[in-house]
């Protein structure tokens, strides 16, 4: 017994070192040019879109559901589906500041989350938010309500919690920038086929319903938090080329 709390201790001990800032890996042109071939393969290639997308898709419904609980809500169920769309439950009041708060978070989550990401590239954080990153999708697994959830959801922790544990700093920090402008342009491209959708059930009608405020007001909340998510990723690359 004593042996297993000793080896418990000792692992403790290895992940809370291993989620401390790192240092700032050095800036390959190469790695740099690659990953953003990836990037603009994977948002403008329609099969790697198609499938990829899954990625924005959960960080969407995460949103609602974090935003729900820090508000008093209940975050009960997330539902992936194979069309890349999803959905996330809360329980809580029917109207009132939580349900329109969980409800907007959904659009911006994207964005937001990817530009922390891309920021945390260049800063030596990456496996802080790694580490933190494997945790919060690990406890979200135990809301899924499907088989394509579960799947989903255990592919994005596993892969996920063996970056930050064996990845190296230079591979954390190339995934993290990757990752991060994916999901900057991915929040972008779902806010753009937002505009052409008039579904009642869409995040804004919703809101529209629970506040009276129209529809395209929520629509514009969403494109400004996202211009200054882009903003806030890109400043430091836009001031080394003396745009900003």
Excluded: K, N
Excluded at 9 to 19: D, E, F, I, T
Excluded at 87 to 102: I, K, L, Q, W, Y
Excluded at 104 to 128: C, D, F
Aim: charged fraction near 10%; hydrophobic fraction near 60%; aromatic fraction near 8%.
């Amino acid at each position: 017994m004593g042996e297993t709390m000793d080896d418990v201790g000792a692992w403790l001990a290895q992940a809370w070192s291993r989620l401390q800032p790192g240092p700032v890996p050095a800036e390959s042109p190469t790695v740099l040019a690659a990953v953003l071939a990836a990037v603009v393969a994977a948002v403008a290639v329609p099969v790697l879109w198609r499938h990829l997308r899954v990625v924005v898709t959960v960080v969407h419904e995460l949103g609602h559901g974090l935003v729900g609980v820090l508000l008093g809500r209940r975050f009960t169920g997330l539902v992936l589906r194979a069309d890349m769309s999803g959905h996330a439950v809360t329980v809580g009041p029917a109207r009132g500041a939580g349900r329109v708060a969980s409800t907007w978070a959904g659009y911006p989550a994207p964005g937001l989350v990817g530009a922390v990401l891309v920021r945390a590239a260049g800063t030596g954080w990456a496996p802080t938010l790694l580490g933190t990153a494997a945790l919060v999708l690990l406890v979200s697994i135990v809301r899924v309500r499907s088989w394509y959830t579960a799947l989903v959801m255990v592919v994005l922790t596993a892969g996920t919690g063996v970056l930050w544990w064996w990845g190296s700093a230079a591979l954390q920090a190339a995934v993290l920038l990757g990752v991060g402008l994916f999901l900057l342009v991915g929040a972008w491209r779902h806010l753009g086929a937002l505009l052409g959708s008039r579904s009642p059930g869409s995040d804004p009608s919703v809101l529209a319903g629970l506040t009276r405020v129209p529809r395209w007001c929520w629509i514009l909340s969403f494109a400004v938090v996202l211009g200054l998510a882009t903003w806030f990723a890109l400043a430091p690359s836009l001031a080394l080329a003396g745009l900003a």
